[in-house]
């Protein structure tokens, strides 16, 4: 019976093992082109093969990289000239038409080149949609107000009927006028009668002081003679 270790019957076999990366790790570039290098002769060749043909694997190796180094360098040259080409022509496509809304914002290279060929029509575009903006239909009275939107007929109207109504409110033809001066004339009146109540009263007190005055002279007169008549009874007496 085979003896049971860690996990018994239960135990799995594992497969694989540790991930292990290569060092030798080189970039490569989509653009350029590489020769593929010199195929390492294998064993099987004789010792004499290889020894003639080690000094030729040298002179063709250091050719291919030379090769390699001018194609290189005329890649690069090719793609630098085709990107100066690419953002000529698009700086000269940002000049000739405005830009829009729909469009796509533009590159970090040339960000300089299209903010001064876009601000002029930037700025045009602004000044037009203001000055759209500030515009409104001003209609006369009675004119012609086919250019104009509903909402903007509709107020012209209002307005139109405002002005016919303020007029005869003024001429009192109105509801609200006649109402105004029905309360203004029920106004007038009380205030006459309250006038004329203030006077009366007035002339009352006037009579009523006169009265007065008049009593007391009376009386005065009436006590006058009775102290000139009481003199002359005590004359008489003494003599």
């Given amino acids: ?16 093992g540790g991930r292990h990366y290569s060092r030798n790790i080189e970039t490569a570039d989509s653009d350029t082109w590489r020769e593929p290098r010199d195929v390492i002769p294998s064993s099987s060749e004789d010792e004499e093969d ?11 190796g250091s050719e291919a990289e ?16 085709l990107a100066k080409q690419r953002k000529e ?42 000055s759209s ?7 006369r009275i009675g004119g012609d107000t086919d250019g104009l ?3 903007e007929r ?16 003024a001429e009192g033809k109105t509801d609200e006028a006649k109402a105004d001066l029905a309360r203004l004339a029920i106004v007038r009146e009380r205030r006459e009668q309250e006038r004329l109540r203030k006077e009366a009263e007035k002339e009352e007190r ?4 006169r009265e007065k005055r008049e009593a007391m002279r009376e009386r005065e007169e009436k006590m006058r003679r009775e102290a000139m008549g009481g003199k002359k009874g005590a004359k008489k007496g003494r003599k």
């Fill in 66 to 81: 030379q090769k390699q180094q001018e194609k290189q360098q005329l890649t690069r040259d090719q793609r630098r000239a």
């Fill in 89 to 130: 022509a698009a700086a000269a496509k940002r000049k000739e038409r405005a830009a829009q809304p729909g469009d796509l914002p533009p590159s970090s290279s040339s960000e300089s080149e299209s903010e001064d060929a876009g601000a002029p029509a930037k700025s045009k575009s602004k000044s037009a949609a203001s």
């Fill in 206 to 209: 006037e009579e009523k002081e």
């Fill in 50 to 60: 290889s020894s003639s043909d080690s000094s030729s694997n040298d002179e063709s």
């Fill in 149 to 151: 939107s509903r909402r």
């Fill in 1 to 16: 019976m085979a003896p049971r270790g860690r996990g018994g019957k239960f135990s799995k076999p594992s497969r694989g």
């Fill in 133 to 139: 903006a500030g515009k409104k239909p001003v209609a």
């Fill in 154 to 169: 509709e107020a012209v109207q209002a307005q139109l009927a405002r002005e016919r109504y303020m007029k005869l409110h």
